[in-house]
């Protein structure tokens, strides 16, 4: 029975993750070059649809003359609607800001317009819009309601009374019985009239509510399970939402009233970016399962310390559609014995995967990484105001106190994974932000003409090898733009890679409260 209800409480827990897009992080970011300018770019959605979306644009170095903005949908059809013009930000050389309507629900694209001495350029930035949470009445609001529209209904009844009763009669005579009794059954009528165009109004309100709260973003439903194998135990991931099982089966979606999903397609490479966060912070790993039926995703499980973890799976659809899905998953002391016993890097199910434990000291700006080197997080701070930058920007040096050189990790200079110790905050970055490079490439390889699985697939894919191929600049430092959504104690795991090998530093973040806090 205690397992029950633990299991129950936990379920909700998962379920209050799965309300909230990219896991209680919904801002997006972005930071790459819009033509000649350098941008970064953070996209603060508005939860709901339609709503207002508030944007952000900084543009390190020369300031651009002209920032715009507009929204388009990715199977929109028609002409976008004219751009919307962002004011500089008084006081601060370089940064503008604006509002943009986002009408349309799921995958969106907001194109960044910089235009000034050195030229012009644009960069696409995709966003999910789509509705995260449902604002309850204030009691005190919904009182005062009330007794207003007590009032109206008595005093409507009260006036239709007094009508009936008393409209003919000449001045200053007085009711008679019979017109009494005709007022009575007048307000007696009023009052059920009145009694059920509420009740109406009521089920129709009730009926709404309940579509909306069935139309609130939830991630695919998704398990994960340990499976006994040889030589090593397996982890085993499947999307187990009906509606990814029956998405071509057509006459299945229209009578669920579903909506079809576009393919799964690569980002950085691979299908899926799964990470399990032990419940303490204490392991990590991240692995990249293959599939072959886009549904259940096995990959070898690392040496992980036992415990109780939360999963996170990122996806990304042809459409440019990217989402976390969430579950949990337990390691029993024997498992995690085996799976030590029969694991090391060059076994690992993908040459990607990498996992981490051990402690990490609180307060700490600098950590040895597994081959002597050192990692500092040079914009490290005691403490991290909510919503604004977190300063991200990580330098490794080797064991002698050179510039180390870093490596692609898979088409990147690194990734980093922010938790927050209470399971509400998940998010997945790059050197260039919240954005999937495959979400990306879907609004700006998108010709028209493209099927859903057919060319643009293709185009998305070639590109992406083509862009992990390429040579990077050497480099020492990896920053990840960023801004931490609430106040709390974070962990923060960057990754790189060096002398062909995966290294992971990790840091605690503690974040307070800020004049940008989500609520």
């Keep these: ?11 909700v827990a998962l379920l209050y993750l799965a309300l909230t897009a990219h896991v209680g992080s919904p801002d997006a970011w972005y930071e790459g070059n819009a033509g000649p300018y350098k941008v970064i770019v953070q996209v603060r959605m508005p939860g709901v649809v339609p709503g207002v979306a508030e944007i952000f644009v900084r ?26 013009v962002l004011a500089p930000v008084e006081g601060d050389a370089g940064y503008f800001s604006g509002k943009l309507w986002l009408m349309s629900g799921g995958s969106n694209s ?60 000449p001045p200053g005579t007085p009711p008679t019985p ?70 071509a089966d057509s006459a299945w979606l229209r009578r669920h009233d579903a909506n079809s999903f576009t393919p799964l397609i690569p980002d950085h490479g691979k299908l899926m970016h799964l990470f399990l966060i032990r419940d303490d912070l204490g392991a990590l790993a991240h692995l990249h399962p293959t599939s072959t039926d886009s549904i259940v995703f096995p990959s070898d499980l690392p040496p992980l310390p036992a415990g109780r973890y939360r999963v996170f799976a990122d996806i990304v659809h042809e459409s440019g559609y990217a989402q976390t899905l969430v579950a949990s998953v337990g390691i029993d002391s024997t498992t995690a014995a085996l799976a030590a016993s029969s694991s090391s890097p060059a076994s690992a199910s993908d040459p990607d995967d990498s996992w981490f434990t051990g ?38 040096r080797n ?28 998010v997945h970055l790059h050197p260039s932000g919240t954005v999937p490079m495959a979400a990306q490439m879907s609004f700006e390889m998108r010709q ?72």
């Design 448 to 519: 028209p003409g493209d099927s859903v699985g057919g060319r643009l697939g293709a185009r998305i894919s070639a590109a992406e090898h083509a862009m992990m191929s390429a040579p990077m600049k050497a480099k020492s430092e990896v920053a990840f733009p960023y801004a931490f959504p609430k106040p709390g104690n974070y962990r923060v795991w960057v990754q790189v890679r060096k002398g062909g090998r995966i290294l992971t530093g990790a840091f605690d973040a503690p974040v307070v409260s800020g004049a940008k806090s989500a609520d």
């Design 110 to 169: 907001i194109t960044v317009a910089v235009s000034g001495s050195r030229g012009s350029g644009k960069a696409v930035v995709p966003v999910l819009n789509v509705p995260l949470r449902r604002l309850d009445l204030d009691p005190r609001l919904g009182t005062a309601l009330s007794i207003v529209g007590a009032l109206l209904f008595a005093g409507l009844v009260t006036i239709i009374g007094a009508a009936v009763r008393e409209g003919t009669l």
């Design 359 to 396: 402690p990490v000291e609180r307060g700490t700006r600098s950590v040895t990484l597994a081959d002597g080197s050192v990692m500092t997080w040079t914009g490290a701070r005691n403490s991290i105001p909510a919503g604004e930058d977190a300063a991200l920007r990580f330098e490794v």
């Design 1 to 11: 029975m205690k397992m029950r209800k633990a299991a129950r409480a936990y379920g």
């Design 59 to 84: 543009t390190p170095g020369e300031r651009p003359d002209t920032v715009t903005v507009v929204a388009n949908k990715f199977d929109a059809t028609g002409a976008t609607p004219p751009p919307e």
């Design 399 to 426: 064991p002698d106190g050179t510039r180390a050189t870093l490596e692609p990790y898979m088409g990147m200079a690194g990734h980093a994974v922010v938790a927050r110790d209470d399971g509400t905050v998940f």
């Design 178 to 247: 019979a017109s009494r009794a005709k007022a009575r059954r007048a307000m007696f009528g009023t009052s059920i009239v009145l009694a059920l165009l509420l009740f109406g109004g009521w089920k129709w309100w009730s009926s709404e509510d309940a579509i909306f709260r069935r139309n609130i973003f939830k991630p695919l439903a998704s398990k994960a399970v340990i499976e006994p194998a040889s030589p090593r135990p397996r982890f085993v991931f499947t999307i187990a939402d009906s509606i990814w099982a029956h998405r």
